[in-house]
């Protein structure tokens, strides 16, 4: 048998063994479809470009977690049972913008902000209010919050274990992702080094007891809607997924015990062929550099696993009905590409947070592509097409000479490489670069936007309804955390978050286990934070445009 | 008609919100048009905001919003400016909901540029809202 005999016997082996999702895999017309076309390499074999899994969505189908998270934490919840009511399969928590940045709503700086665009989080008390109700040993949770991270983990940890889920099961992710806040969605609070501490102490305290949870989501996301190209953002966000991976074993771990945990999270754009193939080189690019430059040896760390999400900056508020179709294109291009999880956008978010109506469209135009276009019958069914396999490979060229350029300038560390970019503006620099020319080019009527540079006939001003934060919710919440500021011990806040600064400054110490207890005891989230920054200081972006 | 040949607007993000790819963008479409823009960045202050527009003897305040607090920190920044005895105007772009243009209007904001707005537009209601002062007696040559 030669090798590509092997490998087909081994694909058709691991395929077989793998469950089926009970529908017929056949067209309309009652054609059978084989589950996969074409020779190697195969789909959950290395280098993964076709697919983590054997049999992919034949098995099971991508996880429909829809990103949710307004007002109060009891808002919030409420919206979470809707969407599992509705056929959601996981919960995604947006936090609002004090929360993201470690301020309290009593905070001046909170003014304005509470609940707007997010959920207001302060003490553990919102968080248990938060998945009130919610089986979290059952259900998958996801955080997209990154500066103060560790902190909200702590927070998540505390209220799973008062409801009686221990913390080996609970499973989900927590975005984590600190070094792409430098480079683009500029929610840092910490400096870069001591936060990539924070990180990696989340890394470890997972690996040893938290077996189901990932750590990192490491985020393209957020590179791409600044303004990246889809090769930038691929090549920025893999270069920080290296750069996590030498922190992780620069702290000690060795890379097979957290590297299976490490997922990925990128943007689903418009340009539907290079978000296939983007998706296709990502795996690539990573079983190949975690094998053969981090020395991983267990498949599950050479196996890339991505959430991808719709583009939010490619909606507009003109014609907004006609952003129904775009996320449509973009969910298909994630599920042509093999992605394990999928956000849609819903219509109305070039105006406001999405209403109740809008994002059930979002989810049902999932549930359309999954059930009704077949796309889901046989696995990568895009691969061996000239066309996608040369895009694959001109991306993956392309992110490899973004990767050299890192690696020059960090002396052959990626992690030195990250830093020395954000230290000199450079990936800042890279990403205001690709969005002004994009800019241009929309505007110079070279690169058609429906409704907005082109067809505007039927601009409808207010053609959509849009979600309204009532104002009530500052208030509310600002009664909530005084009444949880009252009826704690102060002292006994005051020693626990004694035991975070002192933690933060013994750099061999894991800060998780002080920050549980801080958080048990109603620390506030800003209070926490302000002990950390305590030792560590706070960032600042020098304002260069 | 006054006009002020080479505007000096202060752009900024007020808050906490990070999202400033809207920011920069306009920084240099405004620079192309051969407007000076003095660049504030993230995380200011309706204060540091007016301290800057004094220091800098700006001739408009423009600010970026994409967090849905415009209702409240819009109308700060215009009081805060006539408080400190300048009467410059001062524009908002951003996720602003149709409903909300009116009200800030009647809260003094002197124009809303919502998403999508071309370059062209948004230099020309910078230019436009600058000598709409001039012609109220601001910082302006020629006549």
Redesign the interface.
């Known amino acids: 048998m030669d090798a590509d005999d092997q490998a087909r016997a081994a694909w058709e082996a691991a395929y077989g063994a793998a469950p089926q999702r009970d529908v017929p895999f056949s067209t309309m017309s009652g054609v059978d479809l084989p589950p996969l076309h074409g020779d190697g390499p195969y789909p959950g074999q290395f280098p993964y470009t076709r697919g983590i899994h054997a049999s992919m969505y034949r098995s099971r189908l991508w996880t429909m977690r829809m990103f949710a998270g307004f007002g109060t934490a009891a808002d919030t919840n409420a919206r979470f049972r809707e969407l599992l009511r509705s056929g959601g399969t996981g919960l995604s928590t947006a936090f609002d ?2 929360t ?2 470690g ?1 309290d709503s009593d905070s001046p ?5 509470v609940g ?2 997010g959920v207001a989080v302060d003490t553990l008390a919102d968080v248990e209010d938060l998945f009130a109700g919610i089986d979290l040993g059952a259900v998958s949770t996801s955080m997209t919050i990154n500066g103060p991270a560790a902190v909200v983990m702590a927070m998540f940890v505390a209220a799973a274990e008062a409801a009686g889920v221990e913390r080996a099961r609970l499973s989900g992710t927590i975005q984590n992702d600190i070094l792409k ?1 430098y480079q683009a ?3 840092y609070i910490f400096p870069p080094r001591p936060s990539v501490r924070l990180v990696s102490d989340l890394v470890a305290f997972t690996a040893a007891e938290m077996p189901r949870w990932h750590p990192v989501s490491v985020s393209g996301y957020h590179i791409r ?3 990246s190209t889809a090769v930038q953002e691929l090549a920025f966000t893999l270069a920080n997924g290296f750069a996590y991976v030498e922190a992780a074993v620069a702290a000690g771990l060795a890379v097979d015990d957290f590297a299976p945990r490490l997922s990925f999270f990128f943007n689903a754009h418009s340009d539907l062929f290079e978000e296939v193939g983007k998706f296709r080189a990502a795996r690539r690019i990573w079983a190949r550099w975690m094998r053969d430059r981090y020395g991983a040896t267990d498949p599950r760390s050479h196996m890339l696993r991505m959430h991808a999400q719709t583009a939010g ?1 490619s909606l ?3 014609q907004p009905r006609n952003n129904i179709a775009r996320v449509s294109l973009q969910a298909l291009s994630a599920v042509l590409g093999g992605v394990q999880s999928l956000h849609t956008d819903a219509y109305d978010e ?4 999405p209403t109740e109506a809008a994002a059930r469209i979002a989810l049902r135009t999932q549930q359309i592509i999954a059930h009704e276009t077949g796309v889901a019958n046989v696995v990568d069914p895009l691969g061996g097409a000239p066309f996608v396999e040369w895009m694959t490979d001109e991306v993956e060229r392309r992110a490899e000479e973004i990767f050299d350029h890192i690696d020059e300038a960090g002396a052959g560390s990626m992690l030195e490489g990250v830093y020395a970019g954000i230290e000199d503006g450079w990936f800042v620099g890279e ?2 670069e690709a ?2 020319r994009f ?2 080019e ?2 110079a009527g070279e690169r058609i ?1 429906v409704g ?2 082109a067809f505007r006939e039927g601009n409808e ?2 053609e959509a309804e ?1 979600l309204r ?1 009532d104002p009530r919710v500052e208030e509310e919440q600002l009664a909530r955390l005084a009444a949880v500021k009252q009826e704690r011990d102060d002292a006994v806040v005051a020693a626990a978050l004694g035991r975070v600064r002192a933690d933060a400054a013994d750099p061999s110490t894991n800060l998780l286990p002080a920050l549980i207890d801080a958080v048990r005891t109603y620390a506030t989230l800003e209070e926490v934070v302000d002990a950390l920054a305590s030792v560590f200081g706070r960032y ?2 020098s ?3 | 008609m006054s006009v002020v040949e080479r505007p000096r607007v202060v752009l900024a993000k007020v808050g906490l919100d990070g999202h400033d790819r809207g920011l920069r963008v306009v920084t240099r479409m405004l620079r192309d048009a051969g407007i000076e823009v003095i660049y504030l960045g993230l995380r200011q202050t309706v204060e540091t905001v007016v301290a800057a527009a004094l220091d800098e003897d700006a001739d408009a305040v423009g600010l970026s919003l994409h967090n849905a607090s415009h209702m409240t920190i819009a109308p700060r920044m215009v009081e805060a400016l006539r408080g400190a005895g300048l009467d410059i105007p001062v524009i908002v772009g951003g996720i602003i909901p149709e409903v909300d243009v009116e009200p800030l209007r009647d809260a003094g904001v002197a124009a809303i540029l919502g998403p999508g707005t071309s370059a062209g537009d948004v230099a020309a209601a910078v230019r436009g809202a600058v000598s709409g002062r001039a012609d109220r007696g601001g910082r302006s040559t020629g006549s």
């Not at chain 1, 700086?109 to 902000?113: M, P, V, Y």
């Open positions: 913008m004090p993201l940045m301020r700086w909170a003014l304005g902000e707007r665009a806040e969605q500029k929610e809607e600044a303004g900056v507009t508020a003109q070039a105006l406001a947070l990403i205001a969005s002004y800019q241009r929309v505007d936007i907005v540079n001003e207010g849009i934060i600042e972006e304002a260069v445009a």
